[in-house]
């Protein structure tokens, strides 16, 4: 279930605490986990499209539900912007299904 290998999870600062604007401060790591990479529907993907988003990757982590689109995700040092995010129980197991959209221009990350 998650062993596609691991991924880095970093938050973005916000400039001005609303409307989901993002300064250009370095990203800040805030943890670590296995992940499993998971399909996603022909639906997924244009109801993205209509939200002017693109999912270029889908996976399932141990549930976290505090991760949103004020986060980053690295996985093989590939940067990914969080989409829509889904926590639910597969086979006993409580999950997070996170949508992810490659980062056009990579962002600092803090400490390298």
């Known amino acids: 279930m998650f062993d596609d290998g691991r991924l880095t999870i970093y938050k973005k600062d916000v400039a001005d605490g609303k409307n989901g604007v993002f300064d250009n401060a370095p990203l800040e790591e805030v943890g670590t986990a296995y992940y499993g990479e998971i399909s996603f529907t022909a639906e997924e993907y244009y109801l993205a499209k209509q939200a002017n988003t693109e999912i270029t990757k889908r996976v399932q982590i ?4 505090s991760i949103g689109n004020n986060h980053v995700i690295i996985i093989d040092k590939t940067q990914y912007n969080v989409g829509r995010t889904y926590s639910t129980v ?3 197991v409580a999950v997070t299904e996170i949508s992810l959209e490659r980062v056009i221009q ?7």
């Open 90 to 92: 597969k086979k006993g």
């Open 62 to 65: 141990h549930q976290d539900k």
């Open 106 to 112: 990579d962002y600092d990350i803090a400490g390298t």
